[in-house]
């Protein structure tokens, strides 16, 4: 079983950036894949990047290619989400997930074994 709690969203300005943090706990943080996805008003939820254990196979959405990044720190059991030059569609509660095993990068939700409960990021026009 993995507990996982994100923190770091708020209301930013477009242009603006935000760094969202994923603690977790439970069994081996390492063990996992682990991925952001994000949920808009009134919209499906969506892939926005995933990261394998090892750090080297990592995927993005087209949108926010070049401008979020993803990262994991196995020996703090926390993943990141570096997100700069935002925009007002960006807007949404982002979840950050994990992975049954490390190496299957989650890019759908149904690749996702373990949720986060969301935090809210608002970008201002």
């Known amino acids: 079983q993995v507990q996982l709690v994100e923190s770091g969203g708020g209301l930013v300005q477009a242009g603006g950036s935000l760094r969202l943090s994923c603690a977790a706990s439970?069994?081996?943080?390492?063990?996992?894949?682990m991925g952001w996805f994000r949920q808009a008003p009134g919209k499906e939820r969506e892939f926005v990047a995933g990261?394998?254990?090892?750090?080297?196979?990592?995927y993005y959405a087209n949108s926010v290619k070049g401008r979020f990044t993803i990262s994991r720190d196995n020996a703090e059991n926390t993943a990141y989400l570096q997100m700069n030059n935002l925009k007002p569609e960006d807007t949404a509660v982002y979840y950050c997930?994990?992975?049954?095993?490390?190496?299957?990068?989650?890019?759908?939700?149904?690749?996702?074994?373990?949720w986060g409960q969301g935090t809210q990021v608002t970008v201002s026009s």
């Open positions: 997930t994990a992975a049954e095993n490390g190496w299957s990068v989650p890019t759908t939700p149904s690749g996702c074994r373990y």
């Open positions: 439970g069994r081996t943080f390492s063990r996992n894949a």
């Open positions: 990261i394998d254990w090892s750090r080297t196979i990592i």
